[in-house]
Nanobody, 111 residues
């Protein structure tokens, strides 16, 4: 199983980024998918989760109303749309399914 994240970068506060996670070696339509993030010196934090069918989503309180998780089962990808970004959103964002992790993509929110 391989998970490859993309879409991170440097953005000003209030800006937006769209992250993608492409999976290979498994079919994501059969699994719940998650996005985590880890900032320097902090524990890894669950940001958002989506059910296998894509019908149910959950978010950390800190990102509710700003982030949206979605799945594209045809492309075997999971996405995280991040709006109204804040400096405290700065972290490495990682895609997760079962015990598998991607390498992460850096998101930096700074003016």
């Amino acid at each position: 199983v391989q998970l490859v994240e993309s879409g991170g970068g440097l953005v000003q506060p209030g800006g937006s980024l769209a992250l993608s996670c492409r999976a290979s070696g498994l079919t994501i339509r059969n699994y719940n998918m998650r996005w985590f993030r880890q900032a320097p010196g902090k524990e890894r934090e669950l940001v958002a989760a989506i059910s296998s069918a894509g019908s149910s989503t959950n978010y950390a309180n800190s990102v509710k109303g700003r982030f949206t998780i979605s799945k594209d089962n045809d492309k075997n990808e999971v996405h995280l749309q991040m709006n109204s970004l804040k400096p405290e959103d700065t972290a490495v964002y990682l895609c997760n399914v079962l015990s598998h992790w991607g390498q992460g993509t850096q998101v930096t929110v700074s003016s």
